[in-house]
């Protein structure tokens, strides 16, 4: 049975963690054979949006401490060697340097490497009794897997620090008032409510949409000006699309516009 389950709808990739019995904790396998999908979906024009969710009732509850051994290994791939990222770092680059947007469906635990993924993610939709967590403290670990990088950024040094040092548990509620959640779905509305959200982003422009993520990563370690003179390269590109020709003629003939990427 593959420890990663891949299914494409109306654009929409879903790649599903399904190891339900450890709350889809990382293995080796697992975590390569989600690095290539997410490559592979980055470059199929046919992708709109990408979803990580996790099979069960837990999103992902982190390393596999009983892989810990086989995870830690000193024998790397040449390509390892070279960036020395090992899987968690070109887990976490797969998904900010994605050409599409990335949604972390979170259905249930998430802790750890887990919770690192998920804020590598461009979007974080939670179901209601979802729990999350840093969760590294709890191990005797430090953060890896982007954790020090983004949790900061999205709710500030101090409670950062806080929800890193202590561990503890962070309930929807709360993910979603500190912003680190989107939305929050009840349990029976999660699945219908994560199609919705991932279809609105399916329908806009792909190449207006890839070049806004692009900008906003590089956003984070850039000056004014920098950032400024990359805006105005990235309209530029998009003004000579099919993608922005076709949102003209629709506002013309007051029709919503199909954007097809062109």
């Keep these: 049975m593959s420890e990663l389950m891949i299914e494409t709808q109306n654009g929409i990739r879903t790649l599903r963690l399904n ?7 990382f293995t080796s396998p697992l975590s390569s054979q989600l690095i290539d999908a997410l490559q592979q979906a980055s470059a199929d024009d046919e992708v709109r949006v990408v979803v990580i969710t ?12 009983t892989a810990v051994s086989e995870l830690t290994s000193r024998q790397k791939s040449r390509h390892e060697r070279l960036d020395d990222l090992e899987w968690v770092g070109r887990l976490t680059l797969s998904i900010v ?23 590598a993610c461009d979007f974080r939709v939670l179901k209601a009794s979802a729990k999350i967590t840093t969760g590294y403290i709890r191990n005797g670990l ?11 950024r999205l709710v500030g040094l101090a409670k950062a620090t806080e929800l890193i040092l202590t561990g503890r548990d962070i309930l929807a509620e ?11 779905f009840e349990e029976e509305e999660f699945e219908e409510g994560v199609r919705r959200f991932a ?7 792909p190449i207006a949409m890839t070049l806004s993520k692009r900008m906003l990563a590089e956003a984070q370690d850039a000056d004014l000006v920098t950032q400024l003179k990359r805006e105005l390269a990235s309209i530029h590109k998009c003004f000579a699309s099919g993608d922005t020709r076709e949102a003209v003629q629709a506002f013309l003939e007051k029709r919503r516009p199909v954007f097809r990427g062109e």
């Design 54 to 65: 996790g099979e069960g009732r837990g999103f992902c509850s982190g390393l596999d401490l």
């Design 19 to 25: 190891r339900p019995e450890r709350l889809n904790a």
């Design 97 to 119: 340097h994605n050409d599409k947007p990335v949604i972390a469906a979170i259905n249930g635990a998430a802790a750890g490497a887990g919770l690192a993924m998920a804020l």
């Design 199 to 205: 279809e609105t982003l399916a329908a806009g422009p």
């Design 174 to 184: 709360e993910a979603e008032r500190l912003g680190l959640a989107n939305a929050v």
């Design 142 to 152: 430090s953060p890896d897997a982007g954790m020090t990088y983004f949790l900061p």
